[in-house]
């Protein structure tokens, strides 16, 4: 039953029950009665006193915080290279580490070029639009072995109106990509199946996360592919202690260079064909 309260009542309430989920319940709780209330932060610090309803929508969002699941799939929004995207339970939350794959990507190819970029595991979207954006030459494909995944990625290239340059494929792997690729990207899954993980990730696809004993199941499948297609450029992320993995299995005639993650940890790589 909704009952009426002040805003100060509602976020003590709410802050409350999150507490053993988030890190910081009083801010989620602050985004909770923002979100419902479509009013900004001033608002908020300038009416605590002001009467709200604790109504049916804010109570089913707590109780879904609660367990775990994270605010992004509650609100069907998440934060993005400074873009906002449409999420949705199936498809990953990207991550802002997943921006320096980009960047690596931005690192080495010239804008003014015509190439054509294929993702795997395109999930939401995400990585695919900002770089279809700052690639306007760039043709793109997104393979995703996932329905739920292509049916999120779908609606965000629609809403950024990149039909005509993202072509979506249900692939495993390139099984689906016949075109002569210039540019392989990937955030694969790459955690070993069987870690434990927080409650919150449990909400995330499984197929999003995990990939073999070691995790490297899909990186190294990919690697040879970069290779048997003779693929000149591949930018991939990886766990913080897969280093030497990949290094291991890099195959003939590429060169291999390591990026960082904001915590200072090994987080991806470049592969590049050693032009003869
Ligand atoms: C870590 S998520 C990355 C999602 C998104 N690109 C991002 O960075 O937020 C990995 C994605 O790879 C997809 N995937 C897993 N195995 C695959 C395979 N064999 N072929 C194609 N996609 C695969 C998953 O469904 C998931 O969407």
Not at 162 to 180: F, N
Not at 223 to 231: D, F, Q
Request: aromatic fraction near 8%; proline fraction near 5%.
């Amino acid at each position: 039953m909704p009952s009426q309260h002040t805003v100060r009542e509602c976020l003590d309430v709410i802050s409350s029950e999150i507490s053993g989920a988030a890190e910081r319940p009083r801010r989620e709780a602050e985004l909770m009665i923002m979100e419902r209330s479509q009013c900004d932060a001033l608002w908020l610090m300038t009416n605590q006193d002001a009467q709200m309803q604790f109504d049916s929508v804010l109570q089913e969002w707590t109780q879904r915080r609660k367990a775990h699941e994270p605010l992004e799939y509650i609100f069907n929004r998440v934060s993005f290279y400074s873009r906002e995207f449409y999420i949705a339970p199936g498809a990953l939350i990207p991550r802002p580490e997943t921006e320096l794959l980009i960047d690596a990507v931005l690192g080495e190819v010239d804008p003014k070029h015509s190439l054509t970029l294929c993702e795997v595991g395109v999930g939401s979207g995400a990585v695919s639009i900002v770089l279809a954006e700052q690639l306007p030459k760039a043709k793109l494909i997104g393979v995703d072995i996932s329905e739920t995944a292509l049916g999120v990625s779908a609606k965000n290239i629609e809403a950024f109106g990149l039909e005509q340059r993202i072509a979506l494929r249900k692939s495993d792997l390139l099984e689906q990509v016949g075109e002569s690729l210039d540019v392989l990207v990937s955030n694969p899954p790459y955690i070993a199946a069987g870690t434990a993980l927080e409650p919150n990730l449990g909400y995330e696809p499984g197929l999003a996360l995990f990939a073999g004993e070691r995790g490297m199941d899909v990186i190294e499948k990919l690697m040879a592919l970069t290779s048997g297609h003779a693929i000149p450029l591949f930018c991939c992320e990886m766990g913080y202690d897969q280093r030497d993995m990949v290094t291991e299995q890099l195959p003939d005639g590429y060169s291999v260079s390591f990026y960082k993650d904001f915590a200072g940890l090994d987080r991806g790589f470049i592969m590049k064909r050693i032009v003869p």
